[in-house]
């Protein structure tokens, strides 16, 4: 049986949970290991950088990988990559002498792999023959977010049945997931974006101003949407006194299901509206939640603020590539991949400074959450500069 498009948009969509649970699972047991393999936040940190840092490398590369071996080959690896590292989280800390060069090991295996899901997804989709392209990838990206919701959902509800001492077995069952959509890779049909030596080169999108923007607030989208994610479990759990499950399900479980609540909504109405002036709303959410995280004297106030967050960054990435891609209709893989570059570059930045400004503040979170807080700022002096070059539209391609 012949498999349609609709099945390549499908095994995308399965893609962004692997993505999911690339970025998710680990930080929702950092205070775990911080227990069991008696490990400092600097060192929990390290983490989330590598894993990051790892993503951000392939990005980097993938471009001349992609191009080399054909999307196909590379998506099926993506997978493989994903499946191998959960596998490797669960018994390698055991197997080594040193249990946090096992876990490290684990992330950057593990992050080879996402980070190539990350650059392919998008191009796959995209290349997929739709009406309203801006719908379908709004609608892919909200997958990620309830990749996440699935992710903290499943391991909360086994790790309160089972015990977190049985948190490896939760890393395997979720290695299922990307080895299956391996194989799934193998059979559906895959097209590319542009013809062979059509696509924008690097250095063409790197000249243009407006290409430049993008390059800044998808970074500081991804930067404002991972200091808060990968952060909140632990601040929940360590600076709010609320237990793991609660702390979990209120913090970054609501954060995924209002992100991916905003990224449906905005795939119904993408193509009514201008993206822009959402983005700008969203922003100035985003620091009001931040806010409301860190300044709150209540716990409850807190985890709202959490949550509201995933609410304010929901439209900020998917809007990013839209935009995009819309004005750069032959960046190409070229495009996404910088872009993903870009964008690791925040995820990398935003965990890693609320982390380090914690470090310096006796381990404070909420001293590292309130630095984050220049992310959004950002964005939203980004977003004005950009409208100002609509204004101008002989200077958008200089």
């Not at 190539?116 to 990206?141: G, N, Q, R």
């Not at 509800?157 to 997931?177: D, H, K, Q």
């Not at 992310?375 to 002989?394: D, N």
Request: charged fraction near 10%; hydrophobic fraction near 55%; glycine fraction near 8%.
């Amino acid at each position: 049986m012949r498999l349609s498009y609709k099945s390549t948009i499908r095994c995308s969509y399965i893609g962004y949970i692997t993505q999911a649970a690339v970025n998710l699972f680990a930080p929702l047991l950092f205070v775990t290991f911080s227990s069991e393999f008696g490990i400092s936040v600097s060192q929990i940190t390290l983490i989330t950088t590598l894993n990051f840092l790892t993503q951000l490398i392939v990005d980097l590369l993938s471009t001349k990988i992609i191009d080399k071996l054909g999307y196909r080959t590379c998506i099926v690896a993506a997978h493989i990559f994903s499946a191998t590292g959960l596998v490797m989280l669960a018994f390698l800390p055991t197997v080594l002498s040193n249990a946090y060069a096992g876990l490290l090991i684990s992330v950057i295996i593990y992050a080879v792999g996402g980070g190539m899901i990350e650059v392919m997804i998008s191009p796959i989709v995209e290349a997929c023959p739709t009406d309203d392209k801006a719908s379908a990838m709004s609608m892919l990206h909200s997958f990620y977010c309830w990749g996440a919701v699935l992710v903290i959902l499943v391991s909360t509800i086994f790790f309160s049945l089972f015990g977190l001492e049985n948190w490896r077995i939760m890393s395997c069952i979720w290695a299922v997931l990307p080895a299956v959509n391996a194989i799934l890779f193998t059979q559906v049909p895959i097209e590319t974006l542009t013809e062979d030596g059509s696509s924008m080169k690097i250095k063409d999108l790197l000249s243009s101003k407006a290409f430049i923007l993008f390059i800044v607030m998808i970074l500081c989208a991804g930067a404002s949407e991972l200091a808060m994610s990968q952060w909140s479990s632990a601040f929940a759990e360590s600076g709010l006194g609320v237990s793991k499950a609660v702390g979990d399900l209120a913090g970054p479980c609501l954060f995924a299901v209002l992100m991916g609540i905003a990224r449906v909504a905005n795939s119904k109405i993408s193509h009514k509206i201008d993206i822009l002036p959402v983005m700008i709303g969203s922003a100035i959410l985003c620091v009001i939640s931040y806010l409301l995280t860190v300044l709150s004297p209540l716990p409850l106030l807190s985890l709202l603020g959490c949550a509201l967050c995933g609410l304010s960054v929901g439209v900020m990435w998917p809007g990013v590539f839209s935009l995009a891609s819309a004005k750069f209709p032959k960046g190409g893989t070229a495009l996404f991949a910088l872009l993903a570059f870009a964008g690791d570059v925040g995820c990398t930045s935003g965990p890693t400074l609320v982390g380090f400004v914690s470090g310096l503040n006796g381990d404070s979170l909420k001293s590292g959450l309130s630095a984050a807080m220049i992310f959004p700022i950002v964005l939203i002096i980004c977003c004005f500069a950009l409208m100002k070059l609509r204004k101008k539209p002989e200077k958008l391609n200089s």
